[in-house]
């Protein structure tokens, strides 16, 4: 039988980092040496202290169904949270825990957008924006950014692009920022906020690489710059990367009480809820603390300090210093317009450099940014010093 696929199936594509990794893995299992710089994902282990929390949670049978929203002692902890590292104030009415982050975000999508509601992404953005937005039938509108401004967008340009469209409905904002790792400031955002709250657009902040912020600077959550704004806003958060528990999949969203209520039911007929022992295991790593989130967050930006700066000395590269997250986005457009190897876009590039030089890097056409890759610096030092070697090797190649 031959059954036509729906629309929303023919328009998502495949995620670029999970295909480069797969292709990646499946040369070191044909017993390649690759260094794969693609995932989005700490290299380090979940902190014993969590692990152990699951594990208890196993041994006392806590291997139920819960509340499809969270257990309200997760819901609890998670407004005592956001209340001590961001001055938000929620109730556990309105906090819906979901498996990841990004459950959590196409959650929200459902619950607010309509037939071709317009969601304006910043762009380079993180590759599932676009797609899910596609997904709930809205259309995601690009606000184009660049290095001058560190990829921020600017709230005149904002203006400018919602006076454009016809059913405006909702931003999505993410600092610090994947691909980019900027991070925007509190006079920026409260600069954002304003336009937002002119045009009731509703804010949706992915705020998942908060405690990943280098060089001093804050974390700013963009609902703490006024009561109006934090009732104009959904906050999107989890334990994911901060944590080291990518695989335990655990996100949440904190905001008004009826969107919150109206993501938890569509929840409650898709995934349920959150496996029970990840939601123990993440109710310990919010209320405790062993220094671990410290050490991470030291070593990427010491990994950070040294990659950029190795960046910088090659020639023809140019690299913005990300500012958060563990992500680093060369320039490589010199290379796109002078190589003898027929390579004309960020794809092919990075397949080259994956075939010959065996490094894993994500093309930049996959957050919207062609003359750009993503190096993820979620890798070991030794790892990122061998990779540089090899990066520039293949640069060398092109131009042969």
Known sequence: MNFQLSHRAKAIKSSPTLTVSTLAKKMKSEGIDVINFGVGEPDFNTPDYIKEAGKKAIDDNFTRYTDSSGIIELRKAIAAKLKKDNNLDYNPEEILVSPGAKASLINILLAVCDLRDEVIIPSPYWVSYTSQVNMVDALPILLETGPANNFKIKARHLEEVILNLSNP?????????????????????????????????????????????????????????????KESTIVINGVSKAFAMTGWRLGYAAGLRQIIKSAGRIQSHTTSCVNSMTQKAALVAITENDGSIEKMRKEFEKRRNFLVSEFNKIDNIKCNIPEGAFYAMPNISYYLHHNTRKIKNSIDFCEYLLKENHIAIVPGSAFGADNYVRFSYANSMENIKEGLKRFETGLKSLSK
């Open 169 to 229: 409905k909702a931003l999505i904002i993410n600092s610090p920022n994947n691909p980019t790792g900027s991070v925007y400031t509190r006079k920026e955002l409260q600069k954002i906020a304003e336009v937002c709250l002119k045009y009731n657009i509703l804010i949706i902040s992915d705020e998942i690489y908060e405690k990943l912020i280098y060089d001093g600077l804050e974390h700013v959550s963009i609902a703490s710059i006024s009561k109006e704004v």
